[in-house]
């Protein structure tokens, strides 16, 4: 099946299955490995992507569904400014670890900086429910964000 | 010049934090070919018959014939085979590997395997693995490994003793669930093997390769990628999906991608060791603690992997952080028909702590005493000595820490005033714990012999050359601001790659929280030598590790230094408890660490935070179980670990009291953070609920059946 769509602002066209998950088309079709497989089964975020600008675990999105669509990777996050101000908030707080969820966590962060610019502390620790983290402990993440809401003040 | 504890940005973060890095899993190759396990469905059993399904081209099955060399794990005893030899010990040992190009297509074959097996009495538990004894292949007997040792005279004052308290606990095992699973890509280069994978130690998958393949060191090359997560998951265990992505890699000719799912990586891979623990002790009229005895047993798994080394800790670690003069304690570790237990950050460490914390605690409580107070009067203090008799070489500072944690959380105030509060039960508990740094005994001089290399280049920058692997604990940021630091040059003039074993001399594994401790202090002694030749165009320093002479160890009466060093920390932790659910919900945690001085303080803030909370998953929420060796819980949706909602933010304050032989003085951290954690909680729910807790996690299952268990 041919399936086009937007991805990091550009058209692309596949030719694949139409059950493949969107994960492997962009890892395996596409060659961007910054969404990761965790758990394969939307528990964990390390593939979380924005589909039309909401938050979604590409390990469970068929390619057929993303026909037409607006989909946004690390891979094109991270050359726009607001990526610039979630990193300066992720490295101030020393929210990077073993790195392999980061990515995960930079487009949840993005995902909820869009709806709410200026999250509370409760609304960034539900909005990251989603994303599992082993290394951290989660609050320094939930600062880094907070951090990246406050001097990226005026980018969402 | 900076102060060594000021943080600074981590030199992998660009690189993680914009989706660059490249994982084993993200490397790819035109060529590449796929590769995957095929498992065992039974417990134990012989295998009659492997029937494989017609292949179509490109696709080919491996199995044990296809080792040239040894089939057997490199690790402390021979008894795990890479690929089984017509045996399985446990569900999900590797039997096959199938590769090809086509990830559905090798699905395809390993759904047509089909094994014929002729079962075997398999077995479950600690106590049939004693009873029944003659059906393993486990360490050197076959079915166990036991250890003793004693300290003063217990006998004599078991005899004087005027009061006798007992007690036994249970913990349960602990899945890593690192965010990465298991991942290899090897290839062929030149006759030569090349190795890319996902591991805490190099060292020792070049070990397996050169066993299972029969191969020169010279020929193979074993690179660290950047490793999500291992916390002692990918210490031994990385070496199977290594050697058989390899065998993959050597049999094709092709690359090989060997990546485990979520799935086969909760089965088959190693998990902390579930432990039976009993102690009795012996107090005499002014109700002083005059004599222990201790009993360990810890459920091995279906082979020994690192259980003797874990069983080792355990037992050392049996009187936590008290002066137990008159001392029996008796270890083992059995064999059963389940998922081999092994390294787990603490390494033994928790099961132990939890155990003798609920003790002093039951004591004091029994005595109608504070248990703060009761735990004060045993605390080890200057001058005195170890489990097995070893000094100490640093200030005890457990006084200064109980003072500090007390004062912070309230704890003696608010504990006075716990228990039902209108419907909800309130509690607060604490724990005060040790942990010794670096390998056990004289490990660090007898089996590792560390060696690490400092080159200075003639541009003027210098680059770090140790076996040491960024896992996310910041090893690359640490050791190049001890290195910059020792040397008065900016950190960004100190080069720091993954190690890459063909560069890279054996600094030992990443492990036993030994890597600041022990190759941190190596380097920098590299530094103040290099510094004093720095006007040469080039200099190359390489140093090995030596047993301090005010160090001593006997691994036959296991008498002396059990580890080189100690690290201290004390929790508080207050909770609710729903009466509703049952759940226990976390209101306030307060810690004190003596870690010696900081390296860096976000990195050591992460180590904590995340030690912390993955130590509430232990203590709380982690629950695997096997039913008849199948593993419950077989993903992360069953395996639940904490998310973002579970736990407050910590509090957290550091005593500084800096080490005479750390680097800069600093003591290792990587484990401390979570061996206190689940006594904090149990003992913070027994005073909610006024009622003995004596296994973890505290599920709500257990905690209605606590509450509905009579008085």
């Not at chain 1, 610039?84 to 990077?96: L, M, N, Q, Y």
């Not at chain 2, 990465?180 to 060292?203: A, K, L, R």
Request: glycine share 10%; hydrophobic share 35%.
């Amino acid at each position: 099946m041919e399936i086009k769509f937007t991805l990091n602002g550009e058209q692309v066209t596949i030719i694949d299955e139409p059950t493949r998950r969107l994960l492997d088309v962009l890892r395996d079709n596409l060659g961007l490995t910054g969404a990761k497989e965790g758990c394969g089964e939307g528990e964990c975020g390390s593939c979380a992507v924005l589909m039309d600008g909401r938050l979604v675990n590409s390990c469970m999105v068929p390619a057929f569904t993303v026909e037409d669509r607006d989909i946004l990777t690390i891979e094109g996050f991270r050359d726009q400014e607001r990526f610039k101000a979630i990193s300066r908030g992720f490295e101030k707080a020393g929210s990077v670890q073993c790195g392999f969820c980061t990515p995960g966590f930079v487009m949840a962060a993005e995902a909820l900086l869009r709806q709410n610019p200026h999250p509370t502390e409760e609304e960034i620790i539900a909005a990251i429910e989603g994303n599992l983290c082993r290394c951290t402990g989660y609050s320094m993440i939930v600062e880094g964000i907070m951090i990246a809401s406050r001097e990226g003040d005026g980018l969402w | 010049m900076l102060n060594i504890s000021d943080s600074v940005k981590r030199n992998d973060f660009d690189d993680k934090i914009e989706g660059r890095a490249l994982y084993a899993g993200d490397l790819r190759d035109r060529d590449m070919l796929y590769a995957r396990i095929y498992r065992s469905q039974r417990q134990r059993a012989r295998i009659r018959e492997i029937r494989l399904p017609r292949l179509p081209e490109g696709y080919e099955v491996l199995d044990y014939h296809n080792i040239p060399g040894i089939n057997r794990v490199p690790i402390v005893y021979d008894d795990q085979p890479f690929l089984a030899e017509g045996e399985v010990n446990y569900i999900g040992e590797p039997i096959l590997l199938v590769l090809g190009r086509d990830r559905d297509v090798i699905n395809g074959i390993m759904s047509e395997i089909t094994i014929e097996y002729e079962d075997l009495e398999a077995i479950n538990t600690i106590e049939e693995s004693i009873l029944k004894p003659y059906v393993y292949c486990f360490a050197d007997d076959n079915s166990k490994i036991e250890y003793s040792f004693t300290r003063g005279d217990p006998d004599l004052h078991i005899d004087r003793a005027e009061k006798v308290f007992q007690d036994r606990f249970h913990t349960g095992y602990q899945e890593h669930a690192y965010l990465e699973p298991h991942s290899f890509t090897c290839e062929v280069v030149d006759d030569n093997i090349v190795v890319h994978g996902s591991m805490q130690c190099p060292y020792y998958v070049v070990e397996g390769i050169k066993r299972a393949f029969g191969w020169d060191e010279s020929r193979i090359r074993v690179i660290q990628q950047p490793t999500g997560g291992g916390f002692g998951g990918k210490e031994d265990y990385p070496s199977i999906p290594a050697i058989l992505c390899a065998l993959g890699a050597i049999m094709t000719g092709k690359p090989v991608q060997l990546v485990y799912d979520r799935e086969e990586d909760i089965i088959s891979t190693t998990k902390r060791h579930p432990s039976d623990i009993r102690i009795k002790s012996y107090l005499d009229a002014n109700n002083s603690i005059i004599a222990m005895d201790i009993d360990v047993r810890l459920d091995g798994g279906a082979y020994a992997g690192l259980s003797s080394v874990v069983l080792q800790r355990t037992i050392f670690s049996a009187t936590g952080v008290y002066n137990i003069e008159n001392l029996k304690v008796r270890g083992g570790a059995y064999a059963t028909n389940k998922v081999v237990s092994s390294a787990f950050r603490g390494f033994g460490g928790p099961q132990a702590l939890f155990a003798i914390e609920m003790h002093m605690e039951n004591i004091a409580l029994a005595l109608d005493m504070d248990p703060l107070e009761f735990k004060r009067e045993h605390f080890l203090r200057d001058g005195d000595l170890s489990s097995t008799q070893g000094e100490f070489r640093n200030r005890i500072k457990l006084d200064e820490i109980a003072e500090m944690v007390d004062k912070d959380s309230g704890y003696s105030l608010k504990r006075g005033s716990t228990g039902k509060e209108g419907e909800t039960l309130r509690g607060i508990g604490l724990s005060i714990f040790d942990h010794g740094c670096g390998f056990t005994g004289a490990g660090e001089a007898d089996l590792l012999k560390s060696k690490v290399r400092l080159m200075k280049y003639a541009d003027g920058t210098v680059e770090i050359f140790v076996s040491s692997a960024e896992i996310g604990q910041g090893v690359q940021t640490t050791l190049g601001k001890i290195v910059s630091q020792e040397l008065g040059i900016p950190l960004e003039r100190v080069v720091h790659n993954y190690p890459d074993t063909r560069y890279c001399p054996d600094s030992g594994p990443t492990v036993a929280s030994r890597t600041v401790l022990i190759v941190g202090r190596l380097l920098q002694e590299c530094a103040m030598e290099m510094k004093k030749r720095w006007d040469e165009e080039e200099v190359e320093i390489i140093k090995v590790y030596r047993y301090p002479h005010d160090l001593a160890w006997d691994n036959e009466t296991f008498m002396g230094n059990a580890y080189p060093e100690y690290s201290w920390g004390a929790n508080v932790v207050e909770i609710h408890i729903d009466p509703a659910t049952y759940k226990v919900e976390v209101d306030g945690i307060w810690t004190v660490y003596d870690i010696g001085t900081p390296i860096d303080m976000k990195i050591v803030q992460g180590q904590i935070e995340g030690g912390l909370v993955q130590g509430f998953g232990y203590g709380l929420m982690e629950e695997f179980d096997c039913i008849n060796g199948s593993p419950r819980q077989k993903s992360l949706t069953t395996y639940v670990i904490p998310s973002s909602r579970d736990f407050p933010k910590p509090s957290i304050r550091l005593f500084e009291n800096p080490r005479r032989k750390g680097p800069f003085g600093a003591s290792g951290l990587g484990e401390l953070p979570i061996v206190g954690v689940a006594p904090a909680i149990a003992s913070a729910v027994q005073n909610a609920l006024g009622k003995k807790v004596c296994r973890i996690p505290v599920t709500p299952e257990y905690i209605r059946e606590l509450m509905e268990d009579g008085n």
